[in-house]
Structure formats: structure tokens, C-alpha cells
């Protein structure tokens, strides 16, 4: 009887070792990758899921991540929730001091909620200002206004509209301003409806303008109600 229990207490004593080992690589290392992507973070939760021998042999059933006012290329996001399935990584080569990294493709599938003073925080961010820019390029004359020329500086969140609001540096400072209608069309389209395009001199008036989000994306829904915009959905990570 007492030999049994000693079988049993070694046992536990290997598994929760093992456990430790876990907890004090693979946890930071996640954390520690996270970290190296983003500008700032008030909070970062890693939960990993998985048996031990799973996870020892690089293979992670599922990472669920949530962050608060993070900021990810410039771009300002005030909460993130997300979970990653069937994760293969270089786990051997972490526990020899390599950083983490991924070896395929994984869908993530989450939620993220930006405030209104996010978005304006945001315009800042060269991914936002310059896609922001190529938008208002599909429609001016070609060569008519430079990526350099254009500034913007106020976002408007109402119930499914936007309004954007900048300038355009020329002779002068003119300003302009897009005022849209945002719908989701499917996982992969997103349309603009009844966007208007105002500058000192001139009114664009269009009707309807689709956007390809891309493959690697699936949204599921994009809500916006007055001052916030939620969008929930998948996006492939690639290593």
C-alpha cells in the first residue's frame, strides 16, 4: 500500500513538474512574442490549453489571448479577445533559448472593440492613414492629390456611418471630409453606401463601393453604434 502511494506521489510530483516547465517557458515565450508586436498593452492574458505531451511536442490545441488598450502598428485597440486553434510551433527549439515562432497557418477567431477616440488616435498610424488615403484615391482624378498631401484628423462613430475628417494641403489648406454608410456584405466584402465626398470646391456623390478585405479574412459581424465599432470574425495568421 505505502509502495503504491510512493508510485503514485512520483508520478504526480513528474506531472506537475512537467506542468512548471510548461508555465515557465511556453506561457512567457507566448507572452514574450506578443509583447514584441505591440507598441503598448495596460494588459495581456495568456491562457494555453493541452495536455503536457501535446504541448512538449510543439502542438497547442488552443491559445486564448485578451488584451486591453493595445496598440498594434499604430493602431489604437481598446479590447481584443481571441483564440487560436491547432498551433504548431518550434516549442523544442524554445526550450533551447530560440524564440517562439510559428511553423503553419493558423485561424484565429475573435472579437475587437474600438472607441471613437481609438479610431482618432489611430489616424496617426501610417497603415491607417495611407489606406485611408488610397480609398480617397479611387475617386479623385488620377494624380490629383499625393499620399504626402493628405492629413487626417477626426473620426466620427454613428449608428453604421462613418465621418472622416482632414485636409488637403495644396495652394492652401483645404478641408475635407467622408461621410459614409458601412455594411457588411459577406465575410471577405465590406461596401460603402451613400458616400459623399466634400472638399471646398467639389461633391462626389457615390452610390455604392465595395472593398475586398481579402482571403485570410472571414467577418462574421461589424457593428457600429454611436462613439464604438465592434467586429467580430477570422483572420489567418501566417508564420
Known sequence: M??????????????????????????????????SQVQQVDHLDVQISGGDRQILSGYIPQVAISAQNAVYQGLYLTQLEIEGKNIRTNLGGVL?????????PIPVFGEVRLDESDLNASLKSPLLAEALTTLLKSFLPEKSITYEAVHWEQVTIGCDRLIIKGTIASDRQMPLTLDTRLELIDGQTLA????????????????????????????????????????????????
Open 2 to 35: 505505502g509502495s503504491q502511494k510512493t508510485e503514485f506521489e512520483a508520478e504526480h510530483s513528474s506531472h506537475s513538474k512537467q506542468s512548471r516547465i510548461i508555465t515557465k517557458v511556453l506561457s512567457p515565450a507566448v507572452r514574450l512574442l506578443l509583447r
Open 96 to 104: 533551447r533559448g530560440q524564440p517562439l515562432r510559428l511553423l503553419e
Open 192 to 239: 460603402l453606401k451613400e458616400l459623399q465626398i466634400h472638399s471646398d470646391t467639389e461633391l462626389f456623390d457615390i452610390d455604392y463601393f465595395q472593398i475586398d478585405l481579402g482571403s485570410e479574412v472571414a467577418i462574421e459581424t461589424l457593428t457600429l453604434t454611436s462613439g464604438q465599432l465592434l467586429c467580430c470574425g477570422r483572420i489567418n495568421v501566417l508564420p
